[in-house]
Nanobody
Framework: QVQLVESGGGLVQAGDSLRLSCAAS????????MGWFRQAPGKEREFVAG????????YYSDPVRGRFYISRDIATNTVYLQMNSLKPEDTAVYYC????????????????WGRGTQVTVSS
């Protein structure tokens, strides 16, 4: 059974940093892109960042490029999202995802989803 379990969310102030973790289990993810999405209240889910498990070559959405950094730890099957210079508009539920085709076209689809972790940024 595939599981993606997010952790690390919380309440922070604008300008703070936060690191999210996604523990992946249940299969080999070597042929997958791992990624992070977010969904704010009343808005559609949106792509945030992705990384192919094999190459580690990261890609980001425009709103977070230069502030957020995605990485993966092959030894522990964990994907991270380091979020710096957080803004109130970053407030959302953040979801971990896995996809065999990736998200360079920014589609909102995945083979597997986590349940999400709440990030709230106060001004």
């Amino acid at each position: 059974q595939v599981q993606l379990v997010e952790s690390g969310g919380g309440l922070v102030q604008a300008g703070d940093s936060l690191r999210l973790s996604c523990a992946a289990s249940g299969r080999t993810f070597s042929r997958y892109d791992m990624g992070w999405f977010r969904q704010a209240p009343g808005k559609e889910r949106e792509f945030v960042a992705g990384v192919p498990w094999i190459t580690g070559r990261t890609y980001y959405s425009d709103p977070v490029r230069g502030r957020f950094y995605i990485s993966r730890d092959i030894a522990t099957n964990t994907v991270y999202l380091q979020m710096n210079s957080l803004k109130p508009e970053d407030t959302a539920v953040y979801y971990c995802a896995a996809s065999t085709v990736g998200w360079r076209d920014r589609r909102i689809e995945a083979d597997y989803w986590g349940r999400g972790t709440q990030v709230t940024v106060s001004s």
